[in-house]
């Protein structure tokens, strides 16, 4: 058990570009959660998928903000034109079922300029 | 709107003291799940004991245990005999019966002294 990866893990970019994070669950888990953290806060829900298949999404996934997971393995989440606002630790976690442990990954630390 | 709440920012505990650490939360739900998680600095959040809103009896896991007070919908987690690796910022959180999706509070960061 290799345990959660995301990748990478810290990103520094300019305000308008566009930031693409990777995530690699536990192999056997079919749930793979995104989360964001800022500075003081506790995670936020940012959306989840069930295999390939995106079952929720937060409002604060504004249209800037996608998510795949293509085959039901890893998972990108892309964030477009970005702001100082995106500025925060986003955290990916898996669960091999429904109300199961979500193991978190280290997370990628997004810093806008 | 399900909301949790840490009240306490930063607490302090001498090794091998008690703390506890204080979590409410608001749900019109009856079912759901309530979970204490563990950030130690500059690494992953690990899960550190979970419990069943339909379980009257306490979770247990080893030096950490809970009080779950459903009526008063609270929350809180103590640590025995604390030791220096406890030292971590600590998250509740709260899931639905029928969600996949954890909502936390601010968090409190415990800080363990020799």
């Known amino acids: 058990d290799t345990g959660v990866s995301q990748d990478p893990r810290h990103k520094i970019t300019k305000r308008g570009q566009n930031v693409t994070f990777r995530c690699d669950p536990i192999s056997e888990h079919n749930r793979l959660y995104w989360y964001r953290q800022t500075l003081g806060q506790g995670p936020e829900f940012l959306t989840y998928?069930?295999?390939?298949?995106?079952?929720?999404k937060s409002r604060l996934l504004s249209d800037r903000f996608s998510a795949e997971r293509p085959k039901g393995s890893f998972s990108t989440l892309e964030i477009q034109r970005t702001e100082q606002g995106d500025s925060a630790m986003y955290l990916c976690a898996s669960s091999p079922l429904q109300v199961g442990e979500q193991f978190f990954g280290p997370g990628t630390r997004l810093t806008v300029l | 709107a399900q909301t949790v709440t840490q009240s306490q920012p930063e607490m302090s505990v001498q090794e091998a003291e008690t703390v506890t650490l204080s979590c409410t939360y608001d749900?019109?739900?009856?079912?759901?799940?309530l979970f204490w998680y563990k950030q130690p600095p500059s690494r992953q959040m690990i899960l550190v004991i979970r419990?069943?809103?339909?379980?009257?009896q306490n979770a247990t896991e080893n030096r950490f245990s809970v009080n779950f007070q459903k009526a008063a919908k609270s929350f809180s987690l103590k640590i025995s005999d604390s030791q220096l690796g406890d030292t971590a910022m600590y998250f509740c959180?709260?899931?639905?019966?029928?969600?996949?999706?954890?909502?936390f509070g601010t968090g409190t960061r415990l800080q363990v002294f020799p």
């Open positions: 419990q069943e809103a339909y379980k009257q």
């Open positions: 998928f069930q295999n390939e298949a995106q079952l929720e």
């Open positions: 749900t019109s739900e009856s079912n759901y799940y």
């Open positions: 959180a709260f899931m639905g019966y029928n969600t996949d999706k954890l909502i």
